[in-house]
């Protein structure tokens, strides 16, 4: 999945992509689990360069969603 699609998936309130064994959010939905949610995720702050944006995301392991 290209970075583009991912960008407009995550303007809906929560979503998360998941990757390998990881779930990740982007921008919006990574504020929306960090701030409001309370989840403890370090922030990964990236620039892409084809879009010319920076993009905010973090993430963790799928098996942790079922425990909390």
Known sequence: MEIEQKLTLSENPIHFL??????????????VMSQLLGFNLKPIIKH?????QIVVCGGFPA???NKR
């Open 63 to 65: 098996n942790v969603i």
């Open 18 to 31: 998941k990757e390998g064994l990881f779930l990740k959010a982007y921008n919006q939905s990574f504020y």
């Open 48 to 52: 892409i360069k084809k879009l010319d």
